[in-house]
């Protein structure tokens, strides 16, 4: 549940103290590791705070839920064990066999993943859409449509969907949006506030910031869905684990001064990538060209750390790029102080080939971190070459 006495401040004083209750037994100012699997019971049913397992709840991830509900401005925040995690669970509450899902034409390979491999054996179907085309979105709804799924900006294309327009559509058709808001994280934007029903995110990103753990959230600021939520986070039973929880939180602290760097790096990145010759295309929201500039600078407080580019050479060449690099890290993944370099086609979003999300053979994803951007810079012209 979230804390309503951090309502009215601001996000970087949220982001610190929110759920962050000094411990009543030793005044500790950063929540105990509670690594404790059960509770001790006064008397049977007497439970202290409400914990009897730790799967159905445990302090130090109660500290990360009320953090994650009060920077998303939702009234239930739930922590799992990854983003999947929290994907499977919000899909396995929300629909039933023979429901109908709006999926976007970019999005995470995992995503389309659990959609086409594993919630189609369920029984529900999907169908896609160019989110950032309100005509798109409306076209793909049935009269089976439960659920629009979209993510802004996209991964990897980074496209722009209004959320508010996409949300108002959902009303209409009887539906539910749910947006992926892991690349903005929710300093930059707030879905709920424009209209989304729930916000998903994987923890592991920008939220965690530092490569080191593997998590996922959901956010709504819908009572009885939270608690519908919550029921079947702990019948499926893929929580957050206290210490992974103990190290989102530590993460979060940093979230607003990490984002402002990531963005001020990214810009200055995406500069130089559109003058060098062996680029053919950037694409980077914060761009005035790009053609979902203006949502996003209607919805986002700045344009993030993301940028994809394509590169004179085709896949060979994009492949060779990754390969040179010496400051930008060779991985999956993203949201890390360090800058991370990727091939979608062949990593992120392998699973994606042949479908309508296929991504571009020449495209190089880049996840922009927090070192010098003059060394950053310098990495890339000589990896281009």
């Given at each position: 549940?979230?804390?309503?006495?951090?309502?009215?401040?601001?996000?970087?004083?949220?982001?610190?103290?929110?759920?962050?209750?000094?411990?009543?037994?030793?005044?500790?100012?950063?929540?105990?590791?509670?690594?404790?699997?059960?509770?001790?019971?006064?008397?049977?049913?007497?439970?202290?705070?409400?914990?009897?397992?730790?799967?159905?709840?445990?302090?130090?991830?109660?500290?990360?839920?009320?953090?994650?509900?009060?920077?998303?401005?939702?009234?239930?925040?739930?922590?799992?064990?990854?983003?999947?995690?929290?994907?499977?669970?919000?899909?396995?509450?929300?629909?039933?066999?023979?429901?109908?899902?709006?999926?976007?034409?970019?999005?995470?390979?995992?995503?389309?993943?659990?959609?086409?491999?594993?919630?189609?054996?369920?029984?529900?179907?999907?169908?896609?859409?160019?989110?950032?085309?309100?005509?798109?979105?409306?076209?793909?709804?049935?009269?089976?449509?439960?659920?629009?799924?979209?993510?802004?900006?996209?991964?990897?294309?980074?496209?722009?969907?209004?959320?508010?327009?996409?949300?108002?559509?959902?009303?209409?058709?009887?539906?539910?949006?749910?947006?992926?808001?892991?690349?903005?994280?929710?300093?930059?934007?707030?879905?709920?506030?424009?209209?989304?029903?729930?916000?998903?995110?994987?923890?592991?990103?920008?939220?965690?910031?530092?490569?080191?753990?593997?998590?996922?959230?959901?956010?709504?600021?819908?009572?009885?869905?939270?608690?519908?939520?919550?029921?079947?986070?702990?019948?499926?039973?893929?929580?957050?684990?206290?210490?992974?929880?103990?190290?989102?939180?530590?993460?979060?602290?940093?979230?607003?001064?990490?984002?402002?760097?990531?963005?001020?790096?990214?810009?200055?990145?995406?500069?130089?990538?559109?003058?060098?010759?062996?680029?053919?295309?950037?694409?980077?929201?914060?761009?005035?060209?790009?053609?979902?500039?203006?949502?996003?600078?209607?919805?986002?407080?700045?344009?993030?750390?993301?940028?994809?580019?394509?590169?004179?050479?085709?896949?060979?060449?994009?492949?060779?790029?990754?390969?040179?690099?010496?400051?930008?890290?060779?991985?999956?993944?993203?949201?890390?102080?360090?800058?991370?370099?990727?091939?979608?086609?062949?990593?992120?979003?392998?699973?994606?080939?042949?479908?309508?999300?296929?991504?571009?053979?020449?495209?190089i994803r880049l996840s922009v971190g927090i070192e010098n951007a003059d060394d950053?810079?310098?990495?890339?012209?000589?990896?281009?070459?």
């Amino acid at each position: 549940m979230s804390d309503d006495s951090h309502e009215h401040q601001s996000f970087e004083t949220r982001a610190i103290h929110a759920g962050n209750t000094a411990d009543p037994q030793t005044g500790a100012v950063v929540p105990p590791i509670y690594q404790v699997s059960t509770y001790k019971q006064d008397g049977v049913g007497g439970l202290r705070g409400g914990y009897e397992y730790s799967r159905s709840g445990n302090p130090t991830r109660t500290a990360l839920e009320e953090n994650l509900a009060a920077l998303e401005g939702g009234r239930r925040g739930l922590a799992f064990a990854s983003g999947l995690a929290a994907e499977d669970c919000l899909l396995r509450t929300l629909l039933s066999p023979g429901d109908h899902v709006v999926i976007p034409n970019d999005a995470y390979g995992g995503t389309f993943r659990l959609f086409a491999k594993v919630v189609s054996r369920w029984g529900v179907e999907w169908s896609v859409a160019d989110t950032s085309d309100a005509a798109s979105v409306r076209a793909a709804l049935t009269p089976k449509t439960k659920l629009i799924w979209v993510e802004t900006p996209s991964n990897p294309l980074l496209g722009i969907t209004d959320i508010a327009v996409v949300a108002d559509i959902a009303r209409t058709a009887g539906a539910k949006l749910v947006v992926d808001n892991t690349f903005a994280s929710p300093y930059l934007q707030q879905p709920l506030a424009l209209g989304a029903d729930v916000v998903v995110h994987s923890l592991t990103k920008y939220m965690g910031g530092h490569s080191d753990v593997v998590g996922g959230a959901l956010v709504t600021a819908d009572e009885a869905l939270g608690e519908e939520l919550a029921y079947h986070q702990n019948a499926m039973g893929a929580v957050a684990g206290p210490f992974d929880s103990w190290v989102v939180l530590r993460g979060i602290k940093t979230l607003a001064v990490r984002m402002d760097r990531h963005a001020e790096n990214a810009e200055k990145i995406v500069e130089v990538l559109q003058r060098h010759p062996k680029v053919t295309k950037v694409l980077y929201p914060g761009l005035p060209e790009h053609p979902g500039h203006e949502v996003a600078a209607k919805q986002m407080r700045n344009f993030g750390g993301m940028i994809s580019f394509q590169v004179a050479g085709g896949e060979e060449e994009a492949v060779a790029v990754c390969g040179r690099t010496r400051i930008f890290t060779l991985a999956e993944s993203l949201g890390g102080v360090e800058s991370l370099i990727e091939h979608p086609g062949r990593m992120t979003h392998a699973s994606v080939a042949g479908s309508a999300l296929e991504v571009p053979a020449d495209l190089i994803r880049l996840s922009v971190g927090i070192e010098n951007a003059d060394d950053l810079i310098a990495d890339l012209t000589q990896a281009l070459g």
